[in-house]
């Protein structure tokens, strides 16, 4: 079982910085894909960003150049570092955990926290 929760989300001009932080359970996190997700408004759930246990990191394009993601096994953190942010990065922004290697398939993490929302104003 893992359990996470998000923070860092907030209201921010177009071009602007925010970084996601997302706190997760001492057990099981150092062997959990970790993965952000977002959820604009009418829009389905997408794929942004995941980091491996060993480090491999996949993005999906819209964050490719302007998303970073990072974990900190110590602290069991993972955060998303989001530059350049546009208004269409508005979203419902969730942090997941996954018992797979890789992946970008909203369906195979099993454990979700309760979002924080990012606001970008043109």
């Known amino acids: 079982q893992v359990q996470l929760v998000e923070s860092g989300g907030g209201l921010v001009q177009s071009g602007g910085s925010l970084r996601l932080s997302c706190a997760a359970s001492?057990?099981?996190?150092?062997?959990?894909?970790m993965g952000w997700f977002r959820q604009g408004p009418g829009k389905e759930r997408e794929f942004v960003a995941a980091?491996?246990?060993?480090?491999?990191?996949n993005y999906a394009e819209v964050a490719k150049g302007r998303f970073t993601i990072s974990r900190d096994h110590a602290g069991n953190m993972v955060y998303l570092q989001m530059n350049s942010l546009k208004p269409e990065d508005t979203a419902v922004y969730y942090c997941?955990?996954?018992?797979?290697?890789?992946?970008?398939?909203?369906?195979?993490?099993?454990?979700w926290g309760q979002g924080t929302q990012v606001t970008v104003s043109s």
């Open positions: 997941a955990a996954s018992r797979y290697a890789m992946s970008n398939d909203r369906r195979e993490y099993d454990f």
């Open positions: 001492t057990q099981s996190f150092t062997s959990a894909l």
């Open positions: 980091i491996g246990r060993t480090g491999h990191i």
